[in-house]
């Protein structure tokens, strides 16, 4: 019996852990528009991204994450939409999130752009009612707590970019500041700021810095990124590091399958007390382009 219960307290204190935490992928220093509705791929016609994670391999009920998301750019608009689908199981919860997405490019100056994004979320919380094990099986006090249930909210973001730099901002789950009810899916904020070189050298530098708050966590994390080319004019792979408050080390991993796929892998290892029982995280990303089918006469980038 002491067993079942220290079963069950675990996955309260998952379903409490995840409450208070953010459902976040890694790759998202490659693909901002995971967390950023303002996130723009202005350079082609339409892209779609998979992409998993599994976390602390071996830990029981431990999170596992999937993605998929499609968006679209309008030159002669100066928009994008787009369509974001998130899933996400922690020991018997299960989440899922729907976003549509609307982004305006706003052009201050012939090299930096202002991009201002809106998403509007369906989210729903499901159980696993036959992974609860109790000593008090059929208590009503564990089940009534366990419905399943539909919720709104809303993302805002922006970013200023060129070439080389991208700042940005985003807001995640507005709507939960003024609803108590929604304890899976609190606000959550992040800055984040990057630049990447693009030079004739067989080697280019990119690093990155972002800052995260959900509720009363803060975190911040670093990265550093060599692409590497097999001639001087197109990325072959890339590498990189990632360092995470407070004792989180990741290793980055990018490869050009073709002109317009990409494959990415992260793995980030917990240096804190949950490395006794885990092997840390793995995430795969795909990232499939379609090219402009033509050029606009009119546009200004």
């Not at 939409?81 to 299960?94: A, E, H, M, P, V």
């Not at 990057?194 to 990155?208: I, Q, T």
């Not at 890339?238 to 995470?244: A, E, K, S």
Request: with cysteine; hydrophobic share 40%; aromatic share 18%.
């Amino acid at each position: 019996m002491k067993r079942e219960i220290l079963i069950i307290l675990f996955f309260i204190i998952c379903s409490f852990i995840y409450g208070q935490d953010n459902i976040r992928l890694n790759n998202y220093w490659w693909e901002p528009y995971i967390i950023n509705p303002a996130a723009m791929e202005k350079d082609h016609l339409a892209e779609f991204t998979l992409a998993g994670r599994k976390q602390w391999i071996l830990f029981p009920g431990a999170p596992a994450t999937l993605y998929a998301s499609g968006s679209l750019y309008l030159d002669e608009m100066h928009t994008q939409f787009g369509l974001k689908i998130l899933q996400d199981k922690i020991g018997y919860t299960s989440t899922s999130n729907i976003s549509l997405t609307y982004a305006y490019a706003i052009r201050l100056n012939y090299n930096w752009r202002v991009h201002l994004g809106l998403a509007l979320d369906i989210q729903m919380i499901s159980y696993d009612l036959s992974q609860i094990k109790s000593p008090t099986q059929g208590d009503p006090f564990i089940y009534e707590r366990l419905m399943k249930a539909n919720y709104f909210n809303s993302d805002i973001g922006f970013e200023v970019t060129n070439k080389i730099w991208r700042f940005g901002m985003a807001s995640q789950n507005l709507f939960s500041l003024f609803k108590t009810d929604n304890l899976n899916f609190v606000n959550t904020n992040f800055i984040y700021g990057g630049y990447r070189e693009y030079n004739h050298d067989y080697v280019n530098l990119g690093y990155g810095i972002s800052g995260i708050q959900y509720k009363n966590l803060y975190q911040a994390e670093i990265n550093l990124t060599g692409y590497f080319k097999v001639t001087r004019e197109s990325n072959a792979f890339q590498l990189g590091l990632l360092y995470r408050t407070w004792n989180e080390l990741g290793f980055m991993f990018g490869i050009n399958l073709s002109k317009n796929l990409f494959l990415y892998y992260n793995y980030d290892y917990d240096f804190g007390g949950i490395s006794n029982n885990s092997l840390g995280s793995h995430e795969i990303m795909l990232v499939y382009n379609i090219e402009k089918v033509f050029k606009c006469r009119n546009c200004w980038y």
